[in-house]
């Protein structure tokens, strides 16, 4: 109907037109915000649970072993005590290399070889057993004695570079092949070792003796470098250390002797540079002299 230029609708279209629509407006939102809600409530919720989950598996197994392997180790070492033990005093000359003594100890780390068989340390441990039944009675005193010292030398030295395959920065077995080339009279062995050696444990007195040993014994004939190394190691040290070096020097019936040494009681001082009667021309300021 239209009045006055007015519209006028039906109440009830009205009603239709507008407020059915927004009645279902609101319930069709009503309905998508309960559909979300129910799908967010589905979904997981992101936790540590998972994670916790992976690394156990990751850190269980790798556990398992090192408990394992540790225990493995453990056994090993009780098993080879008292052989590393006995073979220890051998080497040091505390017990001699009978054989009886050297086959206990051989059956000792045999046990120790089926429970660790690339342990570094019995690698080590078997060059060790090498070495003394070289100068065993049964050995020393065979017709083919010298053919069967250097078999077991050998045999050492290939027991100490497996070990350094392991452990290649492990000075003191830089040390064990240094002593096996020298009693098989490899020079440029023995001094190629030692001075690996020395680059990794320059500060040890255990390099430095051997290293005097090894130069003292044939001083003429050592390498420049190691004679020069030497008489500087004895030239850097303090009054202590100098006796001690020249306690190894004594062995050889040799003396290190620098001019600014304290003489002993009743002795001159030296005068100028230091004093050189032995088998070497002085350096700057120190020399071997020959008692």
């Known amino acids: 109907m239209r009045t006055d230029g007015l519209q006028v609708w039906p109440s009830g279209s009205s009603d239709s037109r507008h407020g059915g629509n927004a ?64 073979l220890e005093l051998v080497r040091l000359g505390k017990v001699p290399p009978q054989d009886d003594v050297l086959d206990e100890v051989a059956q000792g780390l045999a046990v120790a070889a089926r429970l660790t068989p690339n342990s570094p340390e019995l690698y080590v441990a078997f060059g060790d057993l090498n070495v003394a039944r070289s100068g065993a009675p049964s050995v020393t ?32 077995m830089w040390l064990r092949t240094a002593s096996v080339q020298d009693d098989l009279k490899n020079t440029e062995g023995l001094w190629n070792d030692w001075r690996r050696a020395r680059a990794l444990g320059p500060n040890e007195w255990a390099v430095q003796k051997a290293g005097l040993r090894y130069a003292l014994q044939d001083w003429p004939n050592a ?11 004895y030239l850097d040290a303090d009054t202590r250390d100098r006796v001690r070096i020249n306690n190894v020097a004594m062995g ?24 050189a009667s032995g088998p070497a021309s002085a350096p700057a300021a120190a020399s071997t002299a020959a008692q």
Do not use: C
Not at 56 to 69: G, N, S, T
Not at 223 to 233: S, T
């Open 223 to 233: 390498p420049a470098d190691v004679r020069d190394w030497a008489i500087q190691l």
């Open 252 to 275: 050889y019936k040799k003396e290190f002797v620098a001019e600014d040494d304290t003489p002993p009681a009743g002795a001159a001082p030296t005068a100028g540079q230091a004093a």
């Open 141 to 172: 005193t065979a017709p083919d004695a010298a053919a069967r010292q250097q078999q077991l030398l050998n045999q050492a030295l290939t027991d100490y570079r497996q070990a350094l395959a392991l452990q290649p920065y492990a000075y003191w």
């Open 23 to 86: 009645h279902e407006g609101g319930r069709s939102t009503e309905g998508r915000r309960r559909r979300s809600s129910k799908s967010s409530a589905s979904l997981p919720v992101p936790g540590p649970v998972w994670w916790v989950r992976a690394m156990a598996l990751l850190v269980l197994p790798m556990a398992a072993w090192v408990f394992w392997y540790g225990g493995t180790t453990l056994r090993a070492d009780l098993a080879s005590a008292e052989a590393r033990h006995l």
